[in-house]
């Protein structure tokens, strides 16, 4: 996907997530957000859209987090935050380099990430939607192309980033493959937490497969890997589940 296409995710997912908390109870739970409400996420949302402007626009750090507006105001702040993000990636030059808070990257870095962060943020709103009206309505997918972008970025990008707090091991593999998009990866743990990442089919201790959209929803801690199709080590994805905390 180039910049145009992950503007118009991140345009139609944050309607989405916006339609979602405006036909919740602020206060319900989002279960795929332990100890968070609609309304935090919410706010998340925004705050998250008006710090990365400040990145794009080259004040990195020094730009404030406001704190959200309480109660229903909340959703046209949000809304305002979703303004600001969009006219901010509409400058980004993909052929330049671009600072983030993961040293510089190529300038789709941003784009991206807040199409997936805010694809991620609907569906949470979606399921909390889906618990507190008891409708048993599941969230729709993530974009299937997105989502394997956004497993790319996870393991090239997110889990080194964080990996203090990553999936150690010794040599174990762990092979993910999307059933419906381009998308296979084996992760080698090792003793650091940054799992040696390579796009190859090959055998592995545990390999777990379905479509693009599960495949990360899983791999970011929102469904259980029962969703999946999985063959060997499962007590792998457990691992998984247990050390990484997106």
């Known amino acids: 996907m180039n910049r145009d296409a992950h503007l118009s995710s991140l345009r139609a997912s944050g309607e989405g997530l916006l339609a979602a908390a405006a036909a919740a ?9 332990p100890g968070w409400d609609v309304e935090r996420l919410v706010g998340h949302v925004g705050r998250v859209h008006r710090w990365t402007a400040g990145w794009v626009a080259h004040v990195h750090g020094n730009t404030p987090m406001d704190r959200p507006p309480a109660g229903p105001a909340v959703l046209d702040w949000a809304r305002d935050g979703l303004s600001q993000i969009e006219v901010a990636l509409a400058s980004v030059d993909e052929a330049t380099v671009v600072p983030t808070w993961t040293g510089e990257r190529p300038g789709r870095f941003w784009p ?14 979606e399921a909390a939607v889906a618990l507190g009206t008891l409708s048993g309505a599941a969230p729709a997918p993530l ?8 497993i790319d970025e996870l393991f090239t990008v997110l889990v080194p980033y964080r990996a203090s707090d990553g999936i150690t091991g010794d040599g174990e593999t762990l092979h993910f493959h999307a059933t419906d998009a381009d998308g296979e990866w084996v992760l080698t743990l090792r003793p ?3 799992p040696a990442v390579e796009h190859a089919h090959a055998k592995s201790d ?7 959209s599960d495949l990360l929803l899983f791999l970011c801690n929102r469904v ?3 969703r999946l199709q999985a063959f060997g080590d499962t007590a792998l994805l457990d691992r ?3 050390a990484v905390k997106l």
């Open 112 to 125: 991206l990430r807040m199409a997936i962060e805010t694809a991620l943020h609907r569906w949470d709103a």
């Open 25 to 33: 109870d602020l206060a319900w739970p989002v279960p795929s957000c």
């Open 240 to 242: 998984w589940t247990a």
């Open 206 to 212: 545990v390999a777990a497969k379905g479509p693009a």
């Open 192 to 194: 650091d937490g940054a």
């Open 224 to 226: 259980p890997a029962d």
């Open 143 to 150: 974009d299937a192309e997105l989502a394997v972008e956004g």
